[in-house]
T-cell receptor
Framework: AQRVTQPEKLLSVFKGAPVELKCNYS??????LFWYVQYSRQRLQLLLR??SRESIKGFTADLNKGETSFHLKKPFAQEEDSAMYYC????????????FGQGTILTVHP | DAGVIQSPRHEVTEMGQEVTLRCKPI?????LFWYRQTMMRGLELLIY????????DSGMPEDRFSAKMPNASFSTLKIQPSEPRDSAVYFC???????????FGSGTQLSVL
């Protein structure tokens, strides 16, 4: 079975501070990991995926298979980063299936 | 393309009533997903289809929930009878056969009184 855990429901930081949203997963094979974001009054959308090894809006995420983690990081948070963030995992025979974590609400204060 | 289209945007109903949520995926996408979002449980996968065929419905809470995809451009999620604990935001999403990027609809906010 595949499972994604985001231990923090709420995370608050001040503008300019570093931010890290935690994500841990449980999966026996080689997973594909994603971060999705939902800004206020907008649709849920893909932020980044680990296979792309890209930085989007200053965010990066590294897959750590030893720790089974895929934490999302940004060195200097901005107010516009305030949103709901979901970590997601795809893998196994049902490769089309995407399992999401519980989500973390990030608030960046001015 | 207007993206994934869901209707209605909001639904308020009384306990025991039938509720039907509708979704039009992006043209050409072979996968369609129904998710439920609540504060307590986050985003839960209810069911997903591949080429109109249900692949995994293990997330459907109980027999009161059913989903259909009669053709490539339309899907419904039905709750009969509805209960207050079904109150949530229901999202539909679609994706290409080879990609994992999901495109979400705006969601349906369901309130069962």
């Amino acid at each position: 079975a595949q499972r994604v855990t985001q231990p923090e429901k709420l995370l608050s930081v001040f503008k300019g501070a570093p931010v890290e949203l935690k994500c841990n997963y449980s999966y026996s094979g080689s997973p594909e990991l994603f971060w999705y974001v939902q800004y206020s009054r907008q649709r849920l959308q893909l932020l980044l995926r680990h296979i792309s090894r890209e930085s989007i809006k200053g965010f990066t995420a590294d897959l750590n298979k030893g720790e089974t983690s895929f934490h999302l990081k940004k060195p200097f948070a901005q107010e516009e980063d305030s949103a709901m963030y979901y970590c997601a995992l795809a893998g196994g025979t049902s490769y089309g299936k995407l399992t999401f974590g519980q989500g973390t609400i990030l608030t960046v204060h001015p | 393309d207007a993206g994934v289209i869901q209707s209605p945007r909001h639904e308020v109903t009384e306990m025991g009533q039938e509720v039907t949520l509708r979704c039009k995926p992006i043209s050409g996408h072979d996968y369609l997903f129904w998710y439920r979002q609540t504060m307590m449980r986050g985003l839960e996968l209810l069911i997903y289809f591949n080429n109109n065929v249900p692949i995994d419905d293990s997330g459907m809470p109980e027999d009161r929930f059913s989903a259909k995809m009669p053709n490539a451009s339309f899907s419904t999620l039905k709750i009969q009878p509805s209960e207050p604990r079904d109150s949530a935001v229901y999202f539909c999403a679609s994706s290409l056969i080879t990609g994992q990027k999901l495109f979400f609809g705006s969601g349906t906010q369901l309130s069962v009184l």
